[in-house]
């Protein structure tokens, strides 16, 4: 290699991944080592998170995206960022990462309050807001802000003493002062005290018990692991007896029981497999299914059915094939999400952005790598992954990336690089489709059926080939796992760790519905505060309010309030082809699912939008002729849905017994290739943007050395 040029890295795939790769390696500390350039399909950056404007410069996203508390490395990523671009505040609207994201803790799971008929079901939202946690999401971490796993259950302990101290007082009965225990050898002696006993008589013995409990959690390992699983099971066992049937009549109360149940299920599976001295600590966990984990230590059935278990399921899309009656979900994963996601955050449980995802998170990292000197080459799909041969390979040298082939899907007028952005209100934003003005033959590409972002797209001006050494150095490879089969098979041919990881890392498609409304929430019913609700009606059982999001687009009359939904989308059972002719039956389907859920089921929690079927003139249509002029429920066909079908678009599951087939980035098989996405081991196997962003720093660590793995925060955390 020629040490007196850049090294040239190409990352395929413009997602979260890969731009966080790109992000790292263009650092300005690296000073222009590294020569980026990005390879993305179609039009638009951010992959699963890509979003455009439509009519009324309109938001149209692929989902639902709301960032969590937790989320350390994406939200320094941001932060940085912002300060990197050093905006006018008085000439931008977006100048600082607090202009971008706001805290929104008010969060809530549905409940079915009777057994369903045709004529009747009803169900009710049980809400909360968090309070806020110190600090903010990026802000450099302390010595008081420990990611260990033995604090995570210290505060898991906490939280279960706290809520029994609630469920005692809401049942009016007295409650004795909680005893302290500081002293290790004192929580020894009272532990094998109580542990003698056999049962606790009252919740108050039960309170104390979980006081001492989390003493003895602090410092394990010198404690007899039989000793503290016979306390940990006659805690868990003395609080059923007490109090399961007691607080089964008041739902209130019965729903702090059922996070209490599934609490104490956790705590017992936790010390029974010895996870706090496994040094795999809770991956040790991830062949167990989590409903199934859970009820072998001792979580009832109706804890396992009740909103927060459907809304963990919910929210991780942990359907297998996309098949409401196939939840799965590792047992492990599950448990490290949960305790990040409650335990962990800072500011606030989740952030909503004040606009799309790719109009304030992929413009500004796009603006700032351009900077810095990233290269984005946009309408070019990678057909394969190229290996030299190993016949060719010298003695002791390891396999390598000797080409790369792509199909150039359309070249602009003028020779000169795509320019993707438009300008809405000052602010810079992605199109829904695009600008067909750039491009060679642009009206009949505009004309034509062209989807440039479709896997099943064969349109191309030319293909290309890239030589190792002449055209790149290193590959990352950002595209999702659902892609990997199409463009690797020479990888997945030779090399039976690729075979297996194709084969059981799953992924699931996904459906998606946004609506725009004349009426307010109030009007429609909802009394509560803008919200995030999981656990309702399938297909569609997420809901956020996303109302503010009127003010940033361009409507001639703004409407009241907005609302997205999401949910999974079966595959069918019998084979199939994924092409133009399926797309479209897809959608439709995704379509009459959303006709019927607003017709059928919305009203359970907007009682007022609809009596017998849903009130279609309350959607707004985004032309003024339109909105006058249709009527009834051809008024949804205004609206915005999509099935999310593309390997590319398609929500990488976490099965258990499969996370252990993922591939790192860090991996060095290939000597010039890494992977990059939420599906690979990244230290949080679940999709989501921090995983994607985790996964992005570590495939730049593994090119660079840089940032260091300690600064990747939550990386061996639990």
């Known amino acids: 290699m020629d040490s007196s040029r850049p090294i040239e890295v190409a990352v395929v795939g413009g997602g979260c991944a890969s731009i966080a790769t790109a992000y790292e390696l263009s650092k300005p500390e690296h000073n222009g080592r590294y020569h980026v350039t990005v390879y993305q399909m179609g039009w638009r950056l951010g992959g699963k998170a890509a979003s455009g404007r439509g009519p009324a410069q309109r938001i149209e996203e692929h989902g639902l995206h709301i960032w969590l508390g937790f989320y350390e490395n994406a939200f320094a990523m941001v932060r940085e960022c912002y300060e990197a671009l050093n905006r006018d505040s008085n000439k931008h609207p977006y100048s600082d990462w607090t202009d971008v994201f706001f805290p929104d803790s008010h969060v809530g799971v549905a409940e079915r309050d009777n057994i369903p008929t045709d004529e009747n079901e009803s169900w009710s939202a049980w809400t909360a807001l968090f309070p806020p946690g110190e600090g903010s999401p990026g802000d450099p971490l302390t010595s008081n802000d420990p990611l260990t796993l033995s604090y995570a259950i210290f505060r898991g302990v906490d939280l279960l003493q706290t809520l029994i101290v609630g469920l005692d007082r809401a049942r009016h009965q007295p409650t004795p002062p909680n005893q302290e225990m500081s002293a290790a050898s004192a929580a020894a002696a009272g532990m094998l005290r109580m542990v003698s006993l056999g049962v606790l008589s009252s919740t108050a013995a039960v309170s104390e018990a979980l006081g001492i409990l989390g003493v003895v959690m602090r410092s394990l390992p010198s404690y007899q692991s039989n000793v503290v699983l016979k306390f940990v099971e006659t805690i868990s066992s003395s609080a059923r007896t007490l109090l399961e049937k007691t607080v089964a009549s008041d739902p209130q109360l019965a729903r702090r029981w059922e996070i209490m149940d599934l609490a104490l299920a956790i705590l017992v599976g936790v010390v029974r497999e010895g996870i706090l001295v496994n040094p795999k600590g809770l991956d040790a966990l991830n062949d167990y299914e989590c409903r199934a984990w859970l009820k072998e230590n001792g979580a009832s059935d109706r804890a396992l059915e009740c909103g927060f278990i459907r809304g963990l399921y919910d929210l991780a899309l942990a359907y297998e094939d996309g098949d409401p009656n196939k939840p799965s979900l590792a047992a492990g994963q599950a448990v490290r999400g949960s305790i990040r996601m409650f335990f962990t955050y800072r500011g606030a449980l989740f952030w909503k952005m004040r606009g799309s995802m790719g109009d304030l998170v992929f413009a500004p990292l796009y603006e ?14 990678l057909t394969n992954v190229g290996m030299a041969q190993s016949e060719d390979l010298l003695p002791g040298e390891k396999p390598f990336v000797q080409t790369l082939e792509f199909d150039v899907q359309a070249k602009t007028q003028d020779g000169k690089p795509y320019q993707p952005l438009i300008d809405v209100g000052g602010v810079e934003a992605w199109p829904a489709a695009p600008l067909f003005e750039q491009l060679e033959d642009g009206q009949k590409l505009r004309d034509s059926d062209w989807d440039p972002e479709a896997v099943w797209d064969s349109h191309a001006v030319e293909s290309i080939s890239l030589d190792v050494s002449k055209d790149f150095d290193f590959l990352v490879l950002g595209l999702s796992v659902g892609a990997v089969p199409s463009v690797c098979s020479e990888i997945i041919e030779r090399d039976p760790r690729w075979r297996m990881m194709v084969d059981k890392v799953k992924t699931v498609a996904t459906q998606a519905c946004q609506i725009w409304m004349k009426e307010d929430m109030v009007d429609l019913g909802w009394f509560e505060p803008p919200i995030t609700l999981s656990a309702f009606k399938k297909p569609f059982d997420t809901w956020a309010d996303m109302s503010y999001l009127a003010d940033v687009e361009a409507w001639p009359e703004s409407p009241r309030s907005i609302a997205y939904f999401c949910g999974v989308l079966a595959d069918p059972k019998e084979d199939y082809v994924l092409d133009r002719n399926y797309q479209r039956q897809r959608e439709a389907e995704v379509r009459k699912n959303a006709r019927r859920h607003l017709n059928k089921d919305i009203k359970a929690l907007w009682p007022a939008a609809a009596t017998q079927k849903f009130c279609w003139s309350m959607l707004q249509c985004p032309d003024p002729e339109d909105d006058a002029r249709m009527k009834g429920k051809k008024r949804f066909n205004t609206q915005y849905w999509r099935a999310n079908l593309n390997p590319t678009d398609r929500y990488v599951l976490a099965l258990p017994g499969s996370l252990a087939y993922r591939i790192s980035p860090l991996d060095n098989t290939y000597d010039n290739m890494t ?28 090119i660079s050395h840089s940032p260091p793995l300690e600064d990747i925060v939550g990386y061996d955390y639990l």
């Open 675 to 702: 992977v990059a996405g939420d599906w690979t081991d990244c230290g949080f196997n679940e999709g989501c943007v921090e995983a994607a962003v985790m996964s992005g720093r570590l495939a730049a660590h593994a």
């Open 368 to 381: 700032l790598l351009q900077k810095r000197g990233v290269s984005f080459k946009y309408f070019h799909k």
